[in-house]
């Protein structure tokens, strides 16, 4: 999300967390001969775990306006106060706007949004959307299931629409603030919220997940996608002025303190008391009683929803740890009481606060970390249940954090001293993206050259459209530790 204010002069991005981008989240399975495991330690130290934060070289002198990521993205988005976009992380299907399929560890300037003010991003698991100031907003990477919002899907049953370079969503006017599920995207426009992409679990908020029988012979339930952004009709009474999106549910708050819920009600991360999916927003009934607080942050990660209440404490729902019961409604967040939240954002199973109490600022991490993202260093821990402090960034002022799969970001006060000495990353230089079958780019479609782009899949049938209805495995909740940070 952008930076509120006029007096916001930008700040730098600071980054912990893996930087291996083919294999971050993914498994190696499998058994390992002596010369497999020689070759992974070699790319270890190749691509390493930053477990500490590093500022990066390649934005050096940048003074950045926001960071942006999602709990489902393996890859990152920034952008300077000049409106400049830049991306880096996993392009597989293009998510990262540059023409092409090639993974980048550098930061890298998309240049197709030249002349563009972008204000805001987000990412989801193969797409990235991005808001001008203009209030037009700007889509790529995948499109198979609708969710870059251009109003047409041209997917075939053996190949799949990639958008490689950025493309101007349908029906987008007046619009602030964007975020990515997994493979949907919703837009806050003037108070209303607008979405596109796959309806399963409802969670496009139009009452309905669109699912149909694709045999007349045999049963194979499908799920119509929706290339055309919608306003959501049941949000149309209110202003809404917060949305957060997890890999399969949203979360948003209006100006009345109320906040609504919908999509996957598995874990009971949607707050109602139950394990129910919503196809339409649902108020959540705590907040009739105490209301949400107008400055409250929304943030979701792939099983939990978090926002703030009065006075600033921070709520959280759904399964927020790997042991114990699932929070079923919401309930005051342990470990942080105390804490005013000026920004908060989850990855799958982890989670980053920029915390304030008092005069501190702090940030604040915690969860089921894989790659040293809760940046506790070589030799703190590498998960942890409780909320905690990053060392590093202890009392160090911080506008923005944003979180993705195995990585954090945080953006930081660029001349506070603490900054200064952190170590700087410089990425490997970029190679080709390695040959796994994932895309082929076919002919442009017409226009101006930013037309979409089709790709073989990975030897599997991609429907035309529609998803089939096997719900995706729910990921693991977050992990033990200990420690809570101390005021």
């Given at each position: 999300?952008?930076?509120?204010?006029?007096?916001?002069?930008?700040?730098?991005?600071?980054?912990?967390?893996?930087?291996?981008?083919?294999?971050?989240?993914?498994?190696?399975?499998?058994?390992?001969?002596?010369?497999?495991?020689?070759?992974?330690?070699?790319?270890?130290?190749?691509?390493?775990?930053?477990?500490?934060?590093?500022?990066?070289?390649?934005?050096?002198?940048?003074?950045?306006?926001?960071?942006?990521?999602?709990?489902?993205?393996?890859?990152?988005?920034?952008?300077?106060?000049?409106?400049?976009?830049?991306?880096?992380?996993?392009?597989?299907?293009?998510?990262?706007?540059?023409?092409?399929?090639?993974?980048?560890?550098?930061?890298?300037?998309?240049?197709?949004?030249?002349?563009?003010?972008?204000?805001?991003?987000?990412?989801?698991?193969?797409?990235?959307?991005?808001?001008?100031?203009?209030?037009?907003?700007?889509?790529?990477?995948?499109?198979?299931?609708?969710?870059?919002?251009?109003?047409?899907?041209?997917?075939?049953?053996?190949?799949?629409?990639?958008?490689?370079?950025?493309?101007?969503?349908?029906?987008?006017e007046s619009c602030s603030d964007v975020a990515c599920g997994?493979?949907?995207?919703?837009?806050?426009?003037?108070?209303?919220?607008?979405?596109?992409?796959?309806?399963?679990?409802?969670?496009?908020?139009?009452?309905?997940?669109?699912?149909?029988?694709?045999?007349?012979?045999?049963?194979?339930?499908?799920?119509?996608?929706?290339?055309?952004?919608?306003?959501?009709?049941?949000?149309?009474?209110?202003?809404?002025?917060?949305?957060?999106?997890?890999?399969?549910?949203?979360?948003?708050?209006?100006?009345?303190?109320?906040?609504?819920?919908?999509?996957?009600?598995?874990?009971?991360?949607?707050?109602?008391?139950?394990?129910?999916?919503?196809?339409?927003?649902?108020?959540?009934?705590?907040?009739?009683?105490?209301?949400?607080?107008?400055?409250?942050?929304?943030?979701?990660?792939?099983?939990?929803?978090?926002?703030?209440?009065?006075?600033?404490?921070?709520?959280?729902?759904?399964?927020?740890?790997?042991?114990?019961?699932?929070?079923?409604?919401?309930?005051?967040?342990?470990?942080?009481?105390?804490?005013?939240?000026?920004?908060?954002?989850?990855?799958?199973q982890t989670f980053a606060c920029a915390s304030q109490y008092?005069?501190?600022?702090?940030?604040i991490t915690w969860g089921q970390a894989s790659n040293g993202?809760?940046?506790?260093?070589?030799?703190?821990?590498?998960?942890?249940?409780?909320?905690?402090?990053?060392?590093?960034?202890?009392?160090?002022?911080?506008?923005?954090?944003?979180?993705?799969?195995?990585?954090?970001?945080?953006?930081?006060?660029?001349?506070?001293?603490?900054?200064?000495?952190?170590?700087?990353?410089?990425?490997?230089?970029?190679?080709?993206?390695?040959?796994?079958?994932?895309?082929?780019?076919?002919?442009?479609?017409?226009?101006?050259?930013?037309?979409?782009?089709?790709?073989?899949?990975?030897?599997?049938?991609?429907?035309?459209?529609?998803?089939?209805?096997?719900?995706?495995?729910?990921?693991?909740?977050?992990?033990?530790?200990?420690?809570?940070?101390?005021?």
């Amino acid at each position: 999300m952008a930076s509120e204010g006029d007096a916001y002069q930008g700040g730098t991005v600071v980054f912990c967390g893996g930087t291996d981008w083919q294999m971050l989240g993914r498994s190696a399975g499998g058994k390992k001969t002596d010369k497999d495991k020689q070759a992974n330690e070699e790319r270890a130290v190749k691509f390493p775990n930053l477990t500490t934060p590093h500022t990066l070289k390649a934005l050096q002198g940048i003074r950045i306006r926001f960071v942006a990521a999602g709990s489902a993205a393996c890859h990152c988005l920034a952008g300077d106060m000049e409106g400049k976009c830049y991306t880096w992380g996993r392009n597989e299907k293009g998510q990262l706007g540059q023409k092409d399929l090639q993974t980048r560890g550098t930061p890298t300037l998309v240049k197709d949004l030249a002349g563009i003010d972008v204000i805001a991003g987000a990412g989801g698991r193969h797409h990235s959307a991005v808001v001008a100031a203009s209030g037009d907003s700007w889509t790529w990477g995948s499109n198979l299931q609708g969710q870059c919002g251009t109003g047409s899907i041209r997917s075939q049953p053996k190949s799949e629409e990639l958008l490689l370079e950025p493309k101007k969503a349908k029906e987008i006017e007046s619009c602030s603030d964007v975020a990515c599920g997994a493979e949907f995207t919703m837009w806050l426009c003037a108070g209303r919220l607008y979405s596109a992409g796959l309806p399963q679990y409802g969670q496009l908020g139009h009452g309905t997940d669109h699912e149909y029988n694709a045999k007349d012979s045999s049963v194979k339930i499908m799920y119509q996608p929706q290339p055309t952004p919608e306003v959501i009709q049941g949000l149309t009474h209110t202003t809404i002025r917060k949305v957060a999106c997890g890999h399969n549910h949203t979360l948003a708050l209006d100006d009345k303190g109320a906040a609504f819920t919908w999509g996957n009600g598995g874990y009971g991360r949607l707050g109602h008391t139950v394990q129910q999916d919503e196809h339409k927003p649902k108020g959540i009934s705590i907040f009739e009683r105490a209301p949400v607080d107008k400055n409250s942050i929304a943030a979701c990660g792939s099983t939990s929803s978090f926002c703030a209440g009065i006075g600033g404490a921070l709520y959280g729902w759904g399964k927020l740890k790997a042991s114990g019961d699932n929070t079923m409604y919401p309930k005051p967040a342990p470990g942080i009481e105390g804490w005013t939240i000026l920004s908060m954002a989850c990855g799958p199973q982890t989670f980053a606060c920029a915390s304030q109490y008092q005069k501190e600022t702090s940030v604040i991490t915690w969860g089921q970390a894989s790659n040293g993202e809760l940046g506790y260093g070589d030799k703190g821990k590498k998960s942890s249940a409780n909320p905690d402090k990053c060392p590093v960034l202890d009392n160090v002022p911080t506008q923005q954090v944003a979180c993705g799969v195995g990585f954090n970001l945080f953006l930081v006060d660029s001349e506070h001293e603490a900054i200064k000495k952190l170590a700087e990353f410089e990425a490997p230089g970029d190679a080709p993206e390695e040959d796994n079958g994932s895309a082929e780019p076919a002919a442009k479609g017409k226009g101006k050259g930013r037309g979409a782009a089709a790709s073989k899949t990975n030897g599997k049938k991609a429907a035309e459209g529609p998803a089939s209805k096997k719900r995706k495995t729910e990921e693991k909740p977050a992990g033990r530790g200990r420690g809570r940070p101390k005021k």
